[in-house]
């Protein structure tokens, strides 16, 4: 969300000059970006661990249902946050659909439709069992649509990564999901003087928290709903946790930990 919705504002200020790229050329370049500065860092730890392990970045397509109602109303924010005047603005400039994000500012909206296949998932199994690390559906997905005769072309959308991610995981038969965010834990009441964080929880309890609305669509809900469809999909133990506490939430120490309960 966040790098995709830059890409497309460095584009829109530069349009006058340079042809403007569509959403999903947009999302292959965050995708690709990411994907780099990962498998890097990645190569980097592990060598001077001395593990020779190698890591591969594999370009994701996801196909989506062209009929999906999220192309007629986009809730999906991305880039940067602006204030009510300046959302305004942009919407009257540029014609982007503005929302107010969980209280934080406004936000650019696109339409991000259900990830429904991952094209070429047996190419991430395939490197998976060939013992490396593999780096795949960054930014949610290159988000596709497959025609009668099995091609595919690109649509205007931003997935959401931790669905793709959810799915994927299931797909392959993975046991164990971890979701890294900015936050330690889930809460519910989330920025309120009744705030409380969720520590171990089972998927009953979270599933009841989403129904009563604790998630919001444009914050913590995408992830929550992530981990509901991963353990109703065959998993067994979701983490949502900090990025800077993830050696802390794997050892049972910090964030939220969702079992099947």
């Given at each position: 969300?966040?790098?995709?919705?830059?890409?497309?504002?460095?584009?829109?200020?530069?349009?006058?000059?340079?042809?403007?790229?569509?959403?999903?050329?947009?999302?292959?370049?965050?995708?690709?970006?990411?994907?780099?500065?990962?498998?890097?860092?990645?190569e980097?730890?592990?060598?001077?661990?001395?593990?020779p392990?190698?890591?591969?970045?594999?370009?994701?397509?996801?196909?989506?249902?062209?009929?999906?109602p999220?192309?007629?109303?986009?809730?999906?924010?991305?880039?940067?946050?602006?204030?009510?005047?300046?959302?305004?603005?942009?919407?009257?400039?540029?014609?982007?659909?503005?929302?107010e994000?969980?209280?934080?500012?406004?936000?650019?909206?696109v339409p991000?439709?259900?990830?429904?296949?991952?094209?070429?998932?047996?190419?991430?199994?395939?490197?998976?069992?060939?013992?490396?690390?593999?780096?795949?559906?960054?930014?949610?997905?290159?988000?596709?649509?497959?025609s009668?005769?099995?091609?595919?072309?690109?649509?205007e959308?931003?997935?959401?990564?931790?669905?793709?991610?959810?799915?994927?995981?299931?797909?392959?038969?993975?046991?164990?999901?971890?979701?890294?965010?900015?936050?330690?834990?889930?809460?519910?009441?989330?920025?309120?003087?009744?705030?409380?964080?969720?520590?171990?929880?089972s998927?009953?309890?979270?599933?009841?928290?989403?129904?009563?609305?604790?998630?919001?669509?444009?914050s913590?809900?995408?992830?929550?709903?992530?981990?509901?469809?991963?353990?109703?999909g065959?998993?067994?133990?979701?983490?949502?946790?900090?990025?800077?506490?993830?050696?802390?939430?794997?050892?049972?120490?910090?964030?939220?930990?969702?079992?099947?309960?």
């Amino acid at each position: 969300g966040p790098v995709v919705g830059k890409i497309l504002m460095r584009q829109t200020l530069a349009r006058d000059r340079v042809t403007p790229m569509t959403m999903d050329i947009c999302v292959a370049h965050s995708q690709g970006g990411i994907a780099y500065l990962l498998m890097q860092a990645l190569e980097n730890t592990l060598r001077e661990a001395g593990n020779p392990r190698h890591v591969v970045c594999l370009l994701t397509q996801v196909e989506v249902d062209p009929d999906d109602p999220a192309f007629q109303n986009p809730m999906k924010p991305i880039g940067y946050f602006y204030t009510e005047e300046e959302a305004q603005e942009l919407k009257n400039q540029l014609g982007w659909e503005m929302r107010e994000d969980s209280n934080r500012g406004w936000r650019h909206v696109v339409p991000s439709p259900e990830p429904k296949h991952i094209a070429d998932i047996s190419l991430v199994r395939t490197v998976i069992e060939g013992g490396a690390v593999c780096i795949a559906g960054g930014g949610g997905g290159i988000p596709v649509v497959r025609s009668a005769r099995g091609t595919r072309k690109g649509v205007e959308a931003v997935i959401d990564k931790d669905l793709t991610s959810a799915l994927m995981a299931n797909v392959l038969g993975i046991e164990h999901m971890m979701i890294l965010t900015s936050l330690s834990r889930v809460a519910i009441h989330f920025g309120t003087d009744k705030e409380r964080e969720l520590g171990k929880i089972s998927l009953s309890e979270l599933r009841a928290y989403h129904a009563e609305g604790h998630f919001p669509p444009g914050s913590m809900g995408p992830k929550v709903e992530a981990a509901i469809r991963f353990l109703d999909g065959g998993g067994k133990h979701v983490i949502i946790a900090a990025l800077e506490e993830a050696l802390p939430a794997l050892r049972g120490e910090s964030g939220t930990h969702i079992t099947n309960n």
